[in-house]
């Protein structure tokens, strides 16, 4: 009987899509933020870089091997963990600060959950949320050789509060754009992030369910609640909003962050109601919260949020419909 | 743009530039014929031969065993050698007889018809009942009882599945290049039982040839049309096909005809001609023996009880060592253990792949991705269900539409984590099933 063919359960031929190779992908397209973090924050930040894209490999390596599991880095997650992580990071971040960071990401929100796939909480930002609570004056202390301190979204907050300064005081909203202000290393620059979402657009990698839904609400809370809305004291001010939205790390959280596969709904109708919940999150902590951003605590809770919204949107399957109205 | 077609799908590598350019040959069978008594879906056929006794070819050698069932026919002359269970495609042990066939081909004589058109409803269907025709693209469904709705007067569209949708098959394509008169004389006959239908060639468009003969062919035929589909699979499942055709949309607690819809593949078509005008019993149809292992890729016109390792030999053999055989399309076929089984009204191929695809990588986590989603032409959440398939949540399976799912392979195919999501919502799909069957 030696000589039988094989068999198996159809289909018999595959995709050449492999999820190492999705994993490249978004770590080419993180690289245009990357270099322009480098490039405005000088070297330290590509230190950084390297210091978390290692800790969280070596984590993973080092994981697996004590409970004797199969070495998963191969799949490269953990280096989109470890650069997402980096770029959510003030450059001035001391070492042992980061290295506490990539080994909270991946053992404690990833591996011990049961690794890839099984987390509810995106890693990168699980750490960074970890970070700030953790060493609350070094994550948010943005001075550098480059910039003296404040992002342009705590300006904007301070202006909003001091009578008699106007609300875009010191806040250019073109150069936030480009990216020349102070903040995480790879949040600053709008337009890096959105050649890099255009990367995996047409990679096939996301698409814009979750970052339209998500940027559209988070555009329409702000100009109906914030201070440069329709309804604010002065008036809307477009350039506010648009400050709001290259700011704080939006982008970087709409298009990489809130589209983490793992941590987002799989239902085409639940990728949209998340990306409104972290929409509606992020303007609430921006207007009504003490701090100035708010993009990562919108979407670890919007990340908390998956298995209810999944419930609710099952699709319909193809021809259901037809037959439910028919009972009528 | 303006193409017909449904939501989903995938577009694997479509191979079929192997055989499309081999004109249908005829390969005439050598040795012993072995005859399934279940090649279709319903009742097995009953045998009403004995071992020993002599049979000619278009002998009847088994009748139906009920209404949803079909009689089979001997393909050759010669002798019963036995009746026992013989291995087929599906890796089932099912009750056949086995002919020695003794090469000379006598044959009965059948009883044609002069005038197709002065036949009586009763008297099409009862001729393609008698013939043993079923749907030949792969259920094997038997035909007189498709042909047979409750309410014939509200059947508005006959299509003929002509999108050839599998990878590597050309066997439809061949028929529609060479035979496009029987195709439309069959769809002709089929109209005749349907007043109120109109009769749609769905196409896909990867097939210009086929298109452009078809087109000329139904030019002068008022209740014929020809409607190009985009290449994608599954454009030819039943439920898509009707879909890109007509926008109706059923589910699987429907019939085609609760859309108003009849749906019946190529091969069977010319099936049904056969049958109706010539009298000839289904004994023979056309497979694509292809794949990168096959010598010469060919498309023959074969006769059903030959084994797959004839029609391999015909094909030049086999080039070195393959991976895997398989009994149809890549994506839907199944592979078989050797090539010592017998053909059957539904083989439309045999595919010889080099390397075996499924096997070759080692499934690892899913990671949420969606793929499977944006493929499922049903709309379902491959991913979900397979995971309720492996936990064995069965209640969850079914609220999240577990039993819609057509089998396609789509999910599988795209999935970037290499795992087997079709396998495991079939799996789960038929254990559902069958503990609905038991309340």
């Known amino acids: 009987m030696s000589d039988l063919y094989k068999v198996s359960s159809s289909p018999h031929v595959r995709a050449k899509d492999s999820t190492s190779k999705i994993m490249l992908w978004v770590i080419i397209a993180l690289l245009p933020a990357s270099f322009f973090g480098i490039y405005n924050f000088g070297l330290r930040a590509l230190l950084l870089i390297?210091?978390?894209?290692?800790?969280?490999?070596?984590?993973?390596?080092?994981?697996?091997?004590?409970?004797?599991?199969?070495?998963?880095?191969?799949?490269?997650?953990?280096?989109?963990?470890?650069?997402?992580?980096?770029?959510?990071?003030?450059?001035?971040?001391?070492?042992?600060?980061?290295?506490?960071?990539?080994?909270?990401?991946?053992?404690?929100?990833?591996?011990?959950?049961?690794?890839?796939?099984?987390?509810?909480?995106?890693?990168?930002?699980?750490?960074?949320?970890?970070?700030?609570?953790?060493?609350?004056?070094?994550?948010?202390?943005?001075?550098?050789?480059?910039?003296?301190?404040?992002?342009?979204?705590?300006?904007?907050?301070?202006?909003?509060?001091?009578?008699?300064?106007?609300?875009?005081d010191g806040v250019n909203s073109f150069d936030m754009l480009i990216g020349n202000t102070a903040g995480t290393i790879g949040e600053t620059s709008a337009v890096a992030i959105i050649i890099g979402a255009i990367i995996l657009i047409l990679a096939g990698v996301i698409n814009l369910r979750i970052p339209g839904s998500y940027i559209v609400s988070f555009a329409v809370f702000m100009m109906i609640f914030s201070e440069g809305g329709f309804f604010s004291a002065g008036g809307f001010d477009s350039n506010y909003l648009v400050a709001q939205l290259c700011g704080g790390g939006l982008m970087l959280g709409a298009f990489f962050m809130a589209t983490d596969y793992v941590t987002s709904p799989i239902t085409p109708a639940g990728q949209i109601v998340f990306g409104i919940c972290c929409g509606v999150l992020t303007g609430l902590f921006r207007c009504f919260g003490a701090n100035a951003e708010g993009v990562s605590f919108a979407i670890i809770l919007s990340n908390i949020l998956v298995p209810i919204i999944e419930k609710a949107t099952v699709p319909r399957a193809f021809g259901v419909v037809k037959e439910a109205k028919k009972h009528e | 743009m303006g193409?017909?077609?449904?939501?989903?799908?995938?577009?694997?590598?479509?191979?079929?530039?192997?055989?499309?350019?081999?004109?249908?040959?005829?390969?005439?069978?050598?040795?012993?014929?072995?005859?399934?008594?279940?090649?279709?879906?319903?009742?097995?056929?009953?045998?009403?031969?004995?071992?020993?006794?002599?049979?000619?070819?278009?002998?009847?050698?088994?009748?139906?065993?009920?209404?949803?069932?079909?009689?089979?026919?001997?393909?050759?002359?010669?002798?019963?050698?036995?009746?026992?269970?013989?291995?087929?495609?599906?890796?089932?042990?099912?009750?056949?007889?086995?002919?020695?066939?003794?090469?000379?081909?006598?044959?009965?004589?059948?009883?044609?018809?002069?005038?197709?058109?002065?036949?009586?409803?009763?008297?099409?269907?009862?001729?393609?009942?008698?013939?043993?025709?079923?749907?030949?693209?792969?259920?094997?469904?038997?035909?007189?009882?498709?042909?047979?709705?409750?309410?014939?007067?509200?059947?508005?569209?006959?299509?003929?599945?002509?999108?050839?949708?599998?990878?590597?098959?050309?066997?439809?394509?061949?028929?529609?290049?060479?035979?496009?008169?029987?195709?439309?004389?069959?769809?002709?006959?089929?109209?005749?039982?349907?007043?109120?239908?109109?009769?749609?060639?769905?196409?896909?468009?990867?097939?210009?040839?086929?298109?452009?003969?078809?087109?000329?062919?139904?030019?002068?035929?008022?209740?014929?049309?020809?409607?190009?589909?985009?290449?994608?699979?599954?454009?030819?499942?039943?439920?898509?096909l009707i879909f890109a055709v007509t926008g109706r949309a059923i589910n699987s607690k429907m019939l085609p005809a609760d859309a108003g819809c009849i749906v019946d593949n190529v091969e069977t078509m010319i099936a049904v001609y056969q049958a109706v005008k010539n009298g000839i019993p289904v004994m023979k149809r056309v497979a694509t023996i292809t794949g990168e292992g096959i010598t010469n890729p060919s498309n023959f016109l074969y006769s059903m009880g030959t084994s797959y390792a004839e029609l391999v030999e015909a094909a030049g053999g086999l080039k070195g060592e393959p991976e895997k055989l398989v009994s149809g399309g890549p994506m839907m076929g199944f592979s078989i253990f050797s090539l010592d089984i017998p053909t059957t009204k539904t083989t439309s191929s045999l595919l010889c792949l080099s390397k075996d695809e499924a096997s070759a990588f080692e499934p690892i986590a899913c990671i949420n991705c969606g793929r499977c989603v944006e493929a499922c032409p049903e709309q379902l959440i491959p991913s979900r269900l397979a995971k309720f398939g492996n936990l064995g949540l069965m209640e969850e399976f079914e609220k999240w539409h577990g039993l819609e799912c057509i089998e396609c392979g789509s999910c599988t195919y795209v999935c970037p984590s290499r795992r087997p999501v079709a396998q495991s919502v079939k799996t789960m799909k038929k254990l559902t099933l069958a503990e609905k069957r038991k309340k």
């Open chain 2, 3 to 240: 193409l017909k077609t449904f939501k989903g799908g995938v577009h694997p590598f479509e191979g079929k530039e192997l055989a499309m350019d081999s004109p249908i040959t005829e390969v005439l069978p050598k040795g012993e014929m072995v005859y399934p008594m279940s090649q279709h879906i319903g009742a097995p056929a009953t045998p009403i031969v004995a071992v020993g006794d002599s049979v000619l070819k278009g002998q009847k050698i088994a009748e139906a065993g009920g209404f949803v069932s079909s009689p089979i026919y001997s393909s050759v002359s010669g002798t019963v050698k036995a009746i026992e269970k013989r291995r087929v495609a599906v890796g089932d042990m099912v009750n056949s007889i086995v002919i020695e066939n003794d090469g000379q081909f006598n044959e009965v004589s059948y009883q044609a018809v002069e005038d197709v058109a002065s036949l009586s409803k009763e008297d099409i269907i009862n001729r393609v009942k008698e013939a043993g025709v079923v749907g030949m693209g792969g259920a094997g469904f038997p035909t007189h009882v498709k042909l047979s709705p409750k309410e014939p007067d509200k059947i508005e569209y006959i299509i003929a599945n002509c999108a050839e949708c599998e990878p590597y098959l050309t066997a439809d394509y061949r028929r529609m290049v060479e035979n496009p008169d029987e195709l439309v004389a069959g769809m002709k006959i089929i109209l005749q039982l349907f007043p109120n239908a109109k009769g749609v060639f769905g196409i896909e468009n990867n097939k210009p040839e086929a298109i452009a003969k078809m087109k000329e062919l139904v030019k002068d035929e008022p209740r014929m049309e020809v409607c190009e589909l985009m290449t994608k699979y599954p454009q030819g499942g039943e439920r898509q």
């Open chain 1, 50 to 168: 390297l210091v978390t894209v290692g800790t969280c490999v070596v984590s993973e390596w080092i994981f697996n091997k004590i409970v004797h599991k199969k070495n998963t880095i191969g799949d490269l997650s953990a280096v989109v963990t470890g650069l997402l992580l980096a770029l959510n990071l003030p450059v001035s971040l001391p070492i042992w600060e980061a290295v506490i960071g990539g080994v909270f990401a991946i053992i404690i929100v990833k591996m011990l959950f049961g690794g890839l796939g099984q987390n509810f909480m995106n890693p990168a930002l699980g750490a960074r949320c970890f970070l700030l609570i953790a060493f609350a004056a070094d994550m948010t202390n943005f001075a550098c050789d480059t910039y003296s301190g404040a992002t342009p979204l705590a300006l904007m907050k301070n202006n909003a509060a001091t009578e008699g300064v106007a609300l875009m």
